[in-house]
């Protein structure tokens, strides 16, 4: 089968998440105020994260055989997530609230993931898009708690 459906949404993927990860680097980066000393290395932690899942679905992708996009300009141009150069002026709660933004949106990019595998019987590519979401998700409820908000998923 050539799984077509589930090699672009993995592709798709691949260009969201290293935008994310850059996202993330960018709040790591310019964070400033109370917070800081917890939020910089929780930053980190995030990043490893999506680098991590970068990883596996570039990977996966090229297992079932496709092939990841893998330039700057190709991932700034497939990847949804919004992302402008940085300004010290936002406040901590504005770049967090980015974060819980790409965060969400990857929830549902790999909600798609999920659909397109079952729908072409791909179940290894399904098991990492279901852990994925979840550790998403988990994410996103711990984000929106700091934010003092229901995770509203
Ligand atoms: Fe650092």
């Known amino acids: 089968m050539s799984r077509e459906k589930t090699k672009a949404v993995l592709n798709q993927s691949v260009a969201d998440l290293s935008k994310a990860a850059a996202l993330v680097h960018q709040v790591h980066w ?11 290395p929780k930053m980190d932690e ?5 680098n991590g899942y ?10 079932i055989g496709g092939s990841p996009v893998s330039t700057l300009k190709e991932f700034d141009e497939l990847s ?6 940085a300004t010290w002026g936002k406040s901590t709660e504005e770049r967090l609230t980015e974060v819980v933004k790409a965060y969400k949106y990857l929830s549902e990019l790999f909600q798609d993931g999920i659909d397109a595998t ?9 098991d990492i898009f279901t852990s ?5 998700e988990k994410t996103v ?11 509203g998923l």
Do not use: C, Q
């Open 132 to 136: 994925a979401k979840g550790a998403i």
């Open 46 to 50: 995030l990043m490893a994260g999506l």
């Open 141 to 151: 409820w711990m984000l929106e708690s700091e934010l003092g908000l229901a995770p």
């Open 118 to 126: 079952d729908e072409e019987h791909d179940a290894v590519t399904n």
């Open 30 to 40: 310019y964070l400033r105020g109370p917070g800081f000393m917890k939020l910089h």
């Open 54 to 63: 970068l990883d596996d679905l570039s990977e996966r992708l090229i297992t």
């Open 80 to 85: 949804k997530i919004e992302m402008t150069p």
